[in-house]
Nanobody
Framework: QVQLVESGGGLVQAGGSLRLSCAAS????????MGWFRQAPGKERAFVAA????????YYADSVKGRFTISRDNAKNTVYLQMNSLKPEDTAVYSC??????????????????????WGQGTQVTVSS
């Protein structure tokens, strides 16, 4: 049974930082692309960042580029999202997700939520102004 468990969310002031973690179990972690998505109240779930299984290639939404960094530790079956310079508009529930291996896979494969077959429950991030 695949499980993705996020942690690290919370309340932070604008300009602050948070580091989210997502621990995975029940899958060959290094084979899966991992992504972070977020959903704000009244809005659709949106892509934030993704990283290929090898960890060598990453993708970011324009709104977070230069502020957020996705990384993974395949030895620990964990993916991270370092969020710096947080803004009130970053407030949302952040979820991690796993996309099965696909060869070849274009960048768009990792940015589309329909590519992801396993999802975590999410963690709330609230940025106050």
């Amino acid at each position: 049974q695949v499980q993705l468990v996020e942690s690290g969310g919370g309340l932070v002031q604008a300009g602050g930082s948070l580091r989210l973690s997502c621990a995975a179990s029940g899958l060959t972690f290094s084979a899966y692309g991992m992504g972070w998505f977020r959903q704000a109240p009244g809005k659709e779930r949106a892509f934030v960042a993704a990283i290929r299984g090898s960890g060598g290639i990453t993708y970011y939404a324009d709104s977070v580029k230069g502020r957020f960094t996705i990384s993974r530790d395949n030895a620990k079956n964990t993916v991270y999202l370092q969020m710096n310079s947080l803004k009130p508009e970053d407030t949302a529930v952040y979820s991690c997700a796993a996309a099965p291996p696909r060869y070849p896979a274009s960048g768009s494969y990792y940015t589309q939520k329909d590519s992801y077959t396993f999802w975590g429950q999410g963690t709330q991030v609230t940025v106050s102004s």
